[in-house]
């Protein structure tokens, strides 16, 4: 097996690492910009969410065509320059806090981090699967497991730039990172890598509709569970229950905290032991039964463990079809990723806000207890899709 370039694998995964730490940024700052000098209202500090999410899908649709006239290092490029020019902004934005151009430079910022969201994760996940062949899977799984924890990681990054010196420092040195692999990023040797003939390919084979909707239609669904557990942990612990605030981070953290423990954990698990097909078609039904479990407990530390477990089920369902589609289409891979990144934003903002509205219908516990019917699709194309992975690889030449 031919040498893996040691700088273009820490250049991927250091990219994915800046990309968890940037897109927490703005809800980790939310308390600073609601308060003075930026005392933002809270309809204008939810809008600032609207352009970092339709950015993302936007660019993450674009990533298929975009490869056809820049190839995947172009895409790649110019989803480190979007992350650029959105923490540069951010970090201006100190500078004009109490007169209008802040929010300005702040719905720009998010616009331009949104569309380097999508751009960056599309490519690195190609770049992930192609670099390790022989364990694309575990490859893609660790990489989201390294944007996973770099999520978590960051807003404390940010508390101690608050509290030792400016809040301003961490974009600023984020954007640092951001230009240095801007800058070595024309030298990544993608020529000599393994399956470098995937990552070169210019416009690839156009991936067949159905399959790719299917793909594409089991990473919506996960994205809603997903959205559902991360996003309302802290009101179902402190208002729907009223236990102490604390219970609510505990129950988020316990959350994120599994995800990317067992991402990990399963990333370099050998796959003799428990095979990732298998994996795949067990994680809807543990999802499930999180679901019913948070609808039914009522102890604070037991629904603090259901969280934890959730995060443990919910971990790998979104790199293994991440990993699965990509080896199914060999030939457009920028494309199919940035497919799937575009139904990850679209699901998790569907579970992330329509929640809201259908509480004054149904309680916050029973939409819990109802979305374990998600179970349902998310097995039978788990199913599917396992299978017909099979049957591609099995075919391939």
Same mark, same amino acid.
């Given at each position: 097996?031919?040498?893996?370039?040691?700088?273009?694998?820490?250049?991927?995964?250091?990219?994915?690492?800046?990309?968890?730490?940037?897109?927490?940024?703005?809800?980790?700052?939310?308390?600073?910009?609601?308060?003075?000098? /930026?005392?933002?209202?809270?309809?204008?500090?939810?809008?600032?969410?609207?352009?970092?999410?339709?950015?993302?899908?936007?660019?993450?649709?674009?990533?298929?065509?975009?490869?056809?006239?820049?190839?995947?290092?172009?895409?790649?490029?110019?989803?480190?320059?979007?992350?650029?020019?959105?923490?540069?902004?951010?970090?201006?934005?100190?500078?004009?806090?109490?007169?209008?151009?802040?929010?300005?430079?702040?719905?720009?910022?998010?616009?331009?981090?949104?569309?380097?969201?999508?751009?960056?994760?599309?490519?690195?996940?190609?770049?992930?699967?192609?670099?390790?062949?022989?364990?694309?899977? !575990?490859?893609?799984?660790?990489?989201?497991?390294?944007?996973?924890?770099?999520?978590?990681?960051?807003?404390?990054?940010?508390?101690? !730039?608050?509290?030792?010196?400016?809040?301003?420092?961490?974009?600023?040195?984020?954007?640092?990172?951001?230009?240095?692999?801007?800058?070595?990023?024309?030298?990544?040797?993608?020529?000599?890598?393994?399956?470098?003939?995937?990552?070169?390919?210019?416009?690839?084979?156009?991936?067949?509709?159905?399959?790719?909707?299917?793909?594409?239609?089991?990473?919506?669904?996960?994205?809603?569970?997903?959205?559902?557990?991360?996003?309302?942990?802290?009101?179902?612990?402190?208002?729907?229950?009223?236990?102490?605030?604390?219970?609510?981070?505990?129950?988020?953290?316990?959350?994120?905290?599994?995800?990317?423990? /067992?991402?990990?954990?399963?990333?370099?698990?050998?796959?003799?032991?428990?095979?990732?097909?298998?994996?795949?078609?067990?994680?809807?039904?543990?999802?499930?039964?999180?679901?019913?479990?948070?609808?039914?407990?009522?102890?604070?530390? !037991?629904?603090?463990?259901?969280?934890?477990?959730?995060?443990?089920?919910?971990?790998?369902?979104?790199?293994?079809?991440?990993? /699965?589609?990509?080896?199914?289409?060999?030939?457009?891979?920028?494309?199919?990723?940035?497919?799937?990144?575009?139904?990850?934003?679209?699901?998790?903002?569907?579970?992330?806000?329509?929640?809201?509205?259908?509480?004054?219908?149904?309680?916050?516990?029973?939409?819990?207890?109802?979305?374990?019917?998600?179970?349902?699709?998310?097995?039978?194309?788990?199913?599917?899709?396992?299978?017909?992975?099979?049957?591609?690889?099995?075919?391939?030449?």
């Amino acid at each position: 097996m031919r040498a893996r370039p040691p700088s273009m694998v820490l250049q991927v995964y250091t990219a994915g690492m800046l990309q968890g730490c940037a897109f927490v940024l703005i809800p980790a700052l939310g308390n600073l910009l609601e308060a003075p000098p /930026f005392g933002l209202s809270a309809a204008a500090y939810g809008a600032l969410f609207l352009p970092m999410t339709g950015g993302a899908i936007l660019s993450a649709l674009a990533a298929g065509p975009l490869q056809t006239r820049f190839g995947a290092l172009g895409v790649f490029r110019l989803g480190l320059a979007c992350n650029l020019t959105a923490l540069v902004l951010l970090a201006s934005s100190a500078g004009a806090a109490g007169h209008w151009p802040a929010y300005l430079l702040l719905m720009a910022e998010t616009a331009f981090l949104g569309l380097g969201f999508g751009l960056t994760l599309a490519a690195i996940n190609h770049f992930a699967a192609a670099l390790f062949p022989d364990r694309a899977t !575990a490859a893609v799984t660790v990489l989201n497991a390294g944007i996973g924890g770099s999520t978590a990681l960051s807003p404390l990054a940010l508390h101690l !730039a608050v509290n030792l010196l400016h809040w301003w420092l961490w974009p600023a040195l984020l954007a640092a990172g951001f230009a240095l692999l801007l800058a070595t990023s024309s030298g990544m040797h993608i020529q000599g890598m393994p399956g470098s003939e995937v990552v070169t390919v210019g416009g690839g084979e156009t991936p067949s509709r159905r399959p790719l909707i299917l793909f594409g239609a089991a990473v919506l669904i996960y994205a809603i569970c997903e959205g559902t557990f991360g996003s309302w942990a802290k009101i179902y612990l402190s208002v729907t229950h009223p236990f102490p605030a604390r219970y609510g981070a505990w129950a988020l953290s316990a959350f994120w905290g599994s995800m990317t423990l /067992f991402r990990v954990g399963l990333g370099v698990l050998p796959q003799r032991w428990l095979s990732p097909a298998a994996q795949y078609q067990a994680a809807p039904v543990t999802i499930g039964l999180c679901f019913l479990a948070v609808s039914q407990l009522t102890s604070p530390w !037991a629904l603090v463990a259901a969280y934890a477990a959730a995060g443990a089920a919910c971990s790998i369902y979104y790199p293994y079809a991440m990993s /699965f589609a990509l080896r199914c289409f060999p030939g457009a891979q920028t494309q199919v990723a940035g497919v799937l990144v575009a139904a990850l934003m679209a699901g998790e903002g569907i579970g992330s806000y329509a929640l809201g509205p259908l509480q004054s219908y149904v309680g916050l516990g029973a939409l819990y207890g109802l979305s374990a019917l998600w179970t349902v699709p998310l097995l039978a194309l788990a199913v599917y899709l396992t299978r017909y992975t099979a049957r591609m690889v099995k075919s391939a030449p």
